[in-house]
């Protein structure tokens, strides 16, 4: 759709969008912050805000567990062992592939189960 179509969409479904976003933005949390693919979590913050289409998106910030000031840091990074431990739990923890969060059906075909709930449910404050 073009930007006008779905700036339509939102302009007269402006609480199922906001409802949609609320349930985009629990799933980003709990899987992100909250289920630990960043790594363990000692705080966050976030801030929801329109654009000037009316959409809403998400502006967080969010503090990871760690015991290293920035002079410790930099320090550390000149030990080779360091560094590749850095690089093990930086590819570890930053993904790319969402094949971990498909699952198989029963008639062999794979779904992705949350972002699917996250549509029928978006699909039926449509409707309403």
Do not use: M
Not at 82 to 101: A, M, S
Request: aromatic share 8%; with cysteine; hydrophobic share 35%.
């Amino acid at each position: 759709r073009t930007s006008y179509e779905r700036a339509q969409i939102i302009a007269t479904h402006p609480v199922a969008t906001a409802k949609f976003s609320n349930c985009l933005i629990k799933s980003i949390l709990k899987c992100l912050v909250l289920g630990g693919v960043l790594g363990p979590t000692k705080a966050y913050f976030g801030t929801v805000e329109s654009q000037g289409r009316g959409s809403l998106h998400l502006h967080l910030l969010i503090w990871l567990k760690h015991e290293y000031t920035p002079a410790q840091l930099k320090e550390n990074i000149q030990n080779q062992d360091f560094r590749d431990n850095l690089l093990k739990y930086l590819e570890d923890v930053v993904k790319e592939d969402l094949e971990l969060f498909r699952e198989e059906t029963n008639d062999g075909t794979s779904t992705t189960s949350d972002i699917s709930v996250s549509i029928r449910k978006f699909e039926a404050l449509s409707v309403s």
